[in-house]
């Protein structure tokens, strides 16, 4: 890759994280006080009902995850390419393929899935007309979603990024405003108004997406596609991605469906908490791999793979930092923080929160990893191997439960088992291409010990000075950002990104210095 088409690649990787972290920090806020709002008028139970329904549903769709990952893949390939006319097949073989599963998943949960939720799940008996009717609407919200999910990656394909940002910005302000309704003017059921409202918002986000894309992007208009390969090619790629998606969902869903059976609604409602948060945090990585995704894509196809490999490991060791420069006072205050934003904390709140964010550590290096193995269009092996390592928590979790352990068991199998996913990726990508695993290992796992290790001191030492009170919790918080940033800043990066880091510094620190003069 020429020194231009690098600074070009790099102010547009710039540029959209630049959107997508706006966007990110208005959702984060606006979702987490939604979350508080909603918890605080439906009361433990019902949040806890509204989670695990939805959340069959969302098992029910897991198709939708490999396909979508699929559907992002080949769009950004053609696009790196340059081959207009096979881009127009793939949009509208992908919608087809996406309606059929809309379809299918639809039948699949007025039949298997409805007997499932009305007999076999933890509901009080008064709820379950409620839990009925949220999930009927849980059902509609899946089948906008699977349907919209083309249009969805065609602007991330594009790394049209501000546009992403820009509707995830209204469909939070939406929601809130959803809250407020249920919250002080709504004296209906309040669980079946706040599930029927939330169809609304993502019917109308869908729309809005739709009416964009195809506005924009010539390939966004649907034609009928006659050829097979292409739709054959486009199943067996998702194909065998069908376990990757299963993982999520086992994981997800799957987990909360199994902590339901045993110990009902009120650990579900402690589980959607600690999610909420997670989702917050890898909103940070989510937003950061968004940029990134297409770039690594269209360098394979460019067949710049030095190029490629060399932004898998920047971006695997930079993801990991976003993440822990903000768990690292959530870790340490994790009861106190989950106080101010809830009041009333569920039980088993702060132990689940801990360990999913030490999981959301230990995936948020694997991410680059996977979409490099994706790039490569061959992932067979990273779905048989590492898929089916993904697979075990919930067996695993199931016995265990059943032998009498306390509910974070689950958590921990998760944790363990993302240890072992992590190394069956390495080896994957190293098959598919030609890179150094050592070099990997030592410039990315050892790296971000030394740092973890690196910016605990200080905390650690000091934490039981700071008491539990909004000035001590900022003065904390402070703390753990300069020791990590600093940790980072001497341990965590090369001594061409520290160069860099010192220029733009200065570059910035002149620039206000003038400034400041002129006025």
């Known amino acids: 890759m020429n020194e231009q088409t690098y600074q070009v690649s790099s102010k547009r990787i710039t540029k959209n994280m630049i959107f997508l972290y706006i966007r990110m920090l208005f959702t984060m806020g606006v979702a987490l006080y939604t979350s508080r709002i909603i918890l605080n008028a439906l009361g433990e139970e019902d949040f806890g009902i509204y989670n695990v329904v939805g959340g069959v549903v969302s098992m029910l769709a897991f198709v939708n995850g490999m396909m979508s990952s699929g559907t992002s893949r080949f769009l950004t390939y053609e696009l790196g390419s340059g081959d207009f006319e096979q881009l127009r097949k793939i949009f509208s073989v992908a919608l087809v393929l996406h309606i059929g599963i809309a379809l299918s998943v639809f039948l699949l949960a007025e039949t298997l899935g409805l007997w499932f939720v009305m007999t076999q799940m933890t509901i009080p008996a008064d709820r379950m007309n409620a839990a009925f009717w949220v999930y009927q609407f849980s059902v509609l919200v899946c089948v906008v979603q699977l349907i919209q999910t083309p249009y969805n990656a065609s602007i991330i394909a594009h790394e049209r990024m501000n546009i992403y940002a820009y509707i995830s910005i209204l469909e939070v302000v939406f929601k809130l405003g959803v809250a407020g309704l249920v919250a002080c003017y709504v004296t209906v059921d309040r669980l079946i108004f706040y599930a029927a409202s939330i169809f609304i918002v993502f019917l109308i986000i869908a729309l809005v997406y739709r009416v964009y894309c195809q506005k924009m992007y010539a390939e966004c208009h649907f034609r009928f596609v006659k050829d ?292």
């Open 228 to 519: 097979k390969v292409l739709y054959k090619t486009l199943l067996h790629f998702s194909g065998w991605d069908m376990l990757g998606s299963l993982c999520v969902v086992s994981q997800g869903q799957g987990l909360n469906i199994l902590l339901n059976i045993f110990f009902g609604p009120i650990v579900n409602a402690a589980r959607g908490i600690a999610f909420q948060v997670e989702a917050a945090f890898n909103a940070f990585v989510g937003n950061f791999m968004l940029a990134v995704q297409p770039q690594i894509v269209k360098l394979y196809a460019a067949n710049e793979l030095r190029a490629m490999i060399g932004l898998v490991n920047a971006s695997s060791k930079y993801s990991f930092y976003l993440v822990w420069i903000l768990a690292l006072p959530v870790l340490f205050k994790t009861e106190y923080i989950l106080t101010l934003w809830l009041k009333e904390i569920p039980e088993y709140t702060v132990i689940f929160l801990r360990l999913i964010l030490i999981n959301c550590l230990i995936r948020a290096m694997a991410r680059s990893v996977v979409i490099a193995v994706h790039a490569s269009g061959d992932i067979r092996e990273l779905n048989l191997w590492g898929g089916s390592i993904g697979l075990l928590p919930l067996p695993l979790s199931y016995v265990l439960l059943r032998s009498g352990y306390e509910p974070e068991i689950a958590f921990i199998v998760v944790i363990v088992c993302s240890i072992f996913c992590n190394i069956v990726e390495l080896i994957v990508l190293k098959r598919r291409i030609t890179f150094s695993l050592n070099d990997y290992l030592l410039k990315v796992y050892v790296i971000c010990c030394i740092v973890v290790v690196g910016s605990l001191i200080f905390p650690f030492f000091s934490c039981s000075y700071f008491k539990d009170d909004i000035l001590s919790l900022g003065g904390f918080v402070i703390v753990c950002i300069l020791s990590t940033s600093l940790t980072i800043y001497f341990l965590g990066i090369d001594k061409n990104t520290r160069k860099k880091v010192n220029n733009f510094i200065c570059k910035y620190l002149k620039s206000y210095y003038a400034v400041s003069k002129v006025e």
